[in-house]
């Protein structure tokens, strides 16, 4: 399940930044399978009510409080793209609520990837206190 969600999120940042692949790849079905496929897993999960997994045995590397802390940057410039993005539809003279939404989805998504990173940051330096 991990990796099909990190897979999804590799082509999805992928999507719009890749202009000379020598692969003709179709992002937008990849990324529609991916989502298709966890999906269904969540479907079975919920019906089964029991999610079977392999945890991941890593070490602390200093590499992934520096990954985190990139994430939280990108996170914080969204929340504030998407704050300026709410603000100028709501006092623009031709409300558009597609836009708003769009604003107000991306600012949220931005939001709880924040939390994550704050807490996967505090994970990791607890972490590497113990050792």
């Known amino acids: 399940m991990k990796k099909i969600i990190l897979m999804g999120l590799f082509f999805y940042g992928c999507e719009n930044t ?31 009510g029991e999610y079977d997994y392999l945890a991941e045995k ?38 558009d609520i597609d836009n708003l939404v769009t604003h107000a989805k991306r600012m949220r998504k931005a939001n709880e990837g924040r939390a994550l990173n704050k807490n996967n940051i505090d994970r990791q330096f607890k972490e590497l206190v113990k050792e």
């Open 18 to 48: 890749i202009t000379d692949s020598p692969i003709d790849i179709n992002y937008g079905v990849v990324i529609n399978e991916i989502k298709g496929r966890v999906a269904n897993l969540f479907e079975k999960c919920l019906k089964s």
């Open 58 to 95: 890593r070490t602390f590397k200093s590499s992934d409080v520096v990954e985190e802390l990139e994430q939280l940057v990108v996170n914080d410039i969204l929340v504030g793209e998407s704050d300026r993005g709410v603000l100028a539809e709501i006092t623009s003279n031709n409300l």
